[in-house]
């Protein structure tokens, strides 16, 4: 089976097919806009329309030229969750392609993109692996909107996914980027605080922890946000320049703590044959080797992506569309819950 995936739901164009007979990516291309909604602090929905619009026809002349496409046997598109005018782009796309190459059409949870994308690198390295064989499986998503711990599960050979925690108000990335924007770094500023950080003590501030309580099964990272500003407002601005390193270690060190505490919490209620973590914020080193840290303790193997997997792509979604599609239907607020 070669799969066809197209992602657009935020701001990256994106395409890339998966080859499910020799379990590999044989084709892939992203689009990202970052530079250009950097300027504006965070994603500009109409900026993402208009470059989705330009990017798309050059995804699909470049793939077209490398790639025969009536040889594809199945597209799949991300129909949420994401922003609406970026969704419906790549939709519009793929029913296009649908109609051209008279191929089937379905449509993959992008949550669920992320939460598989630890496997691609397993898929294509072990012939003999399987999702099923390391589950029940315990995976952290972090990224710039999203913060959840989920259980994957399989049953009667179908994947399920359990929702164990979420946050109640900022997403882990974003609480990354709002602390880095305070400290002058650009959008988005998760990189730029965990490359200021290298130099930096981790201990040098005590930030509030919210949800110590083992039984609150929750994140929440505004009031993490709230005390950076309120730490920030006593420093003059040549102190704070001088303790950048620091403010950002002990920061990073903040959100990653709040989120492998209750990674370890979920741990100790039951036993998980493996543990994963996906998304933007993945690509964090610290947060990749706490993980490990955490996985090598319980004895279990973990998955991450490959750092080209850990930010918006299609093959995570062509990936995904091996296992879990559903009829396609647009939805801007899909959970990982969502199936169909
Ligand atoms: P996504 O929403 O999955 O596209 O991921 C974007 C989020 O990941 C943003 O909040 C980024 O700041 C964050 N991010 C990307 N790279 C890093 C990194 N190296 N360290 C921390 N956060 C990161
Ligand atoms: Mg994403």
Redesign the pocket.
Known sequence: MLILGIESS???SAVAVWDSNQRRVCYEQVLTQIDLHSTYGGVVPGIAIREHLNGFPLLLKNLNQQFDLSSVDKIVVTHGPGLIGSLGIGIAYAQSLQLLYKKPLEGVNHLQG?ALSPFIKAYSEDKSFSIEHICPHLGLL?????TLLFELTTQERALKFKILAQTIDD????A??KG?KMLGFP?????F???CALNGDAHWIDFPKAFPKKTDFKFSFSGLKTSLRYFLAKLTADEIEAQKPSICASY?QAVIGALTKKVEQALTFKSYKSLGLS???S???L?RSAMERIANHHNIPFFVPQKRY???NAAMIAFAGTFLTAPLKVDPNRTLEAIT
């Open positions: 935020c701001d990256e992320h972090v990224s710039g909107g999203n997403a882990a990335g974003e990354l980027d880095a959008y988005p500023g998760g990189p605080i965990e490359s990073q998304g933007g914020v690509n964090n080193n947060l850990c930010g918006d």
